[in-house]
Nanobody, 121 residues
Framework: QVQLAESGGGLVQAGGSLRLSCAAS????????MGWFRQNPGKEREFVAT????????GYADSVKGRFTISRDNGKNTMYLQMNSLEPEDTAVYYC??????????????WGQGTQVTVSS
């Protein structure tokens, strides 16, 4: 089992930045690829970014490419999502997940509880 806890969400104006963190506990963090997803009420949970176990390979949704950066610190059992140039369309609950590398929900076995990000126009 892996327990995941997101933090760093909040309210920011359009054009601003936030950094989300995902702290992992339980089984060995670097056994897992990690990912970020986001969801709005009544909508499907959508892929945002993924990072390999070593951190050497990353992937992004087209909607965030060039604005968001995923990273991890295996020594601290923590993953990050640096979000720059935020847009109102980025408003969502953001979830971190642990599993295998990829952009599909079925790639991931473990999920956090989510953190709210709200971008005002």
């Amino acid at each position: 089992q892996v327990q995941l806890a997101e933090s760093g969400g909040g309210l920011v104006q359009a054009g601003g930045s936030l950094r989300l963190s995902c702290a992992a506990s339980g089984r060995t963090f670097n056994n897992y690829a990690m990912g970020w997803f986001r969801q709005n009420p009544g909508k499907e949970r959508e892929f945002v970014a993924t990072i390999s176990r070593s951190g050497g390979t990353t992937g992004y949704a087209d909607s965030v490419k060039g604005r968001f950066t995923i990273s991890r610190d295996n020594g601290k059992n923590t993953m990050y999502l640096q979000m720059n140039s935020l847009e109102p369309e980025d408003t969502a609950v953001y979830y971190c997940a642990a599993g295998t590398y990829g952009s599909k929900r079925y790639n991931y076995n473990y999920w956090g509880q989510g953190t709210q990000v709200t971008v005002s126009s």
